[in-house]
């Protein structure tokens, strides 16, 4: 994969990308996925710690607070399925998105995988220049949806 985004650029400026899970802000993520996504409206606390807790989670940090998140999960051998990503409001249109993506399709736990996948309603564009194309055999796919219920 080729560099999008210069990480030494983003990191001057006070941003920086962790998998430790202790330095997740809870509030911060369970209030966007709840309140602001359009794929969680409504997704309780405790569902969103047990995602986290099963998940390779990669939160995006501007001087320590947390500003962006994208969860992972996978068997780290054959499949990984991409999530709840997101950057919040006020600090998009800086190339975090792009550099969020590119840190974890480069991450050394995610190499040689067979398939990722993911679903978007409207960031087609930014997947795409990943490699993330529509399903090669839509038919051979299939899934149980269960929308999300306020428990």
């Not at 430790?20 to 802000?25: A, E, F, K, P, V």
């Not at 068997?75 to 969020?100: M, P, Q, T």
């Not at 840190?103 to 996948?117: C, E, F, M, S, V």
Request: net charge neutral; with cysteine.
């Amino acid at each position: 994969m080729h560099t999008i985004i210069n990480d030494d650029a983003l990191i001057k400026k006070g941003y920086k990308i962790s998998t430790d899970q202790n330095l997740l802000d809870l509030e911060v993520i369970h209030n966007y996925l709840s309140n602001e996504s359009y794929w969680s409206k409504g997704i309780t606390k405790e569902k969103v710690q047990r995602s986290i807790e099963n998940s390779m989670c990669f939160g995006v940090y501007k001087d320590g607070k947390q500003v962006g998140l994208a969860r992972v999960v996978t068997d780290k051998a054959i499949f990984a399925y991409l999530c709840d990503v997101f950057i919040l409001d006020e600090y998009r249109g800086n190339g975090l998105s792009k550099w969020l993506l590119q840190t974890i399709l480069a991450h050394p736990d995610l190499q040689g995988l067979k398939r990722w996948t993911l679903a978007t309603l409207d960031a087609h564009g930014l997947y795409k220049q990943f490699g993330f194309a529509p399903l090669s055999n839509p038919d051979r796919w299939m899934d149980i949806f269960t929308p999300i219920k306020n428990d």
